[in-house]
């Protein structure tokens, strides 16, 4: 298991927090919440490599941002 390295780990904390704060709701564009979902599976593919369940939740948030892209809703 990598060594998890303080300082990445309050990087990843306050990530987390700032995703969370922003998180979009019914009136937020398709556009923001497409970006969101991004932003999203980039944080989760950060820690993908220690943890599986984690990559493939960011392939679904992926997934849900282009749906946004492509007019789908989420």
């Given at each position: ?17 700032a ?6 709701d ?17 944080l ?5 490599a ?22 789908g809703?989420?």
């Amino acid at each position: 298991m990598p060594t998890v390295v303080q300082a990445d780990l309050i990087t990843f904390a306050a990530d987390l927090s700032a995703l969370l704060r922003d998180r979009p709701d019914a009136k937020t564009s398709t556009t923001e919440r497409a970006d969101w979902f991004d932003r999203k599976a980039e944080l989760l593919e950060r820690i993908a490599a220690t943890d599986s369940e984690a990559a493939e939740l960011a392939t679904a948030a992926r997934m849900t941002a282009a749906d946004l892209r492509a007019g789908g809703a989420a």
